[in-house]
C-alpha cells in the first residue's frame, strides 16, 4: 500500500538555526499536508500543497509529485516551534490519507 | 465557517465495552476518515468513506466497525473494546482537492479502555 517515510524521527536545533524535514513517498501522491500536533494534541495546519513550493514566516515547504518527496524547512527555529511535525499525503483515485511516523522537533535555548 | 466535530472529546469504558465516535462535518465534503494516533506513530487509518452508505477500509481496521450514515456524519464503533485500543482517535474530512481545499481535522478524541 501507500508509504510515506519521514525524516528524522527527532531532531534537535539550537535557537536561531535551521533545518529541514522530509518525507518520501512510495508512490506518486496527489498533494501534502504538514501538520505540527499542539500542546493539548491538536493537529494545527501548516500547509497543504499540490504542487511546488509555498512560505509562511520561518517556515517552507516545498512538494514535488514526480519525485515523491516533500520537504518543511524552518529557519531561525524558536523555543515554541518545539513539537511533533506530520506529513500527510493524499493517494490519487482513492484519496486516502497517509501520514507519516512524525518528527519530534526540540529546540534548544 | 467549515468545520469538523467530534463528540465525545473523552471518553473511558472498560474492557468489552461498547463505544461509539461521533464525527459531523459541516463542510460538503464527499470524504471522511477515521485515524487514531498513538506515541510513536503517524496517525494510522481505520476506515474512510466517500459518501453516505459507502466504506472503505483502512490499514488499522481490526477491531473497528464504522458508518457514513449521511454525507455530514461518520460513526466510528468499537463493540468489544480492547486495552489496545486506547488511543487518540481523529476524524478528518476532504472535498477531493476541489478548490484546491485542504483536508479538515477534528480536535480529536482520548478513548481510555480500562
Known amino acids: 500500500g501507500d508509504q510515506v517515510e519521514q525524516s528524522p524521527s527527532a531532531l534537535s536545533l539550537h535557537e536561531g538555526t535551521g533545518s529541514a524535514l522530509r518525507c518520501n513517498f512510495t508512490t506518486t501522491m496527489r498533494a501534502v499536508q504538514w501538520f505540527r500536533k499542539n500542546s493539548r494534541g491538536s493537529l494545527i495546519n501548516l500547509f497543504y500543497l499540490a504542487s511546488g513550493t509555498k512560505e509562511n514566516g520561518r517556515l517552507k515547504s516545498a512538494f514535488d509529485s514526480k519525485e515523491r518527496y516533500s520537504t518543511l524547512h524552518i529557519r531561525d527555529a524558536q523555543l515554541e516551534d518545539s513539537g511533533t511535525y506530520f506529513c500527510a499525503a493524499v493517494g490519487y483515485g482513492n484519496e486516502k490519507i497517509t501520514f507519516g511516523a512524525g518528527t519530534k522537533l526540540t529546540i534548544k535555548p | 465557517e467549515a468545520a469538523v466535530t467530534q463528540s465525545p472529546r473523552n471518553k473511558v469504558t472498560v474492557t468489552g465495552g461498547n463505544v461509539t465516535l461521533s464525527c459531523r462535518q459541516t463542510n460538503s465534503h464527499n470524504y471522511m476518515y477515521w485515524y487514531r494516533q498513538d506515541t510513536g506513530h503517524g496517525l494510522r487509518l481505520i476506515h474512510y468513506?466517500?459518501?453516505?452508505?459507502?466504506?472503505q477500509i483502512g490499514d488499522v481496521p481490526d477491531g473497528y466497525k464504522a458508518t457514513r450514515t449521511t454525507q455530514e456524519d461518520f460513526f466510528l464503533l468499537l463493540e468489544l473494546a480492547s486495552p489496545s485500543q486506547t488511543s487518540l482517535y481523529f476524524c478528518?474530512?476532504?472535498?477531493?482537492?476541489?478548490?484546491?481545499?485542504?483536508?479538515?481535522f477534528g480536535e480529536g478524541t482520548r478513548l481510555s479502555v480500562l
Open positions: 478528518a474530512s476532504s472535498d477531493r482537492g476541489q478548490n484546491n481545499q485542504a483536508p479538515l
Open positions: 468513506s466517500y459518501g453516505a452508505g459507502n466504506l
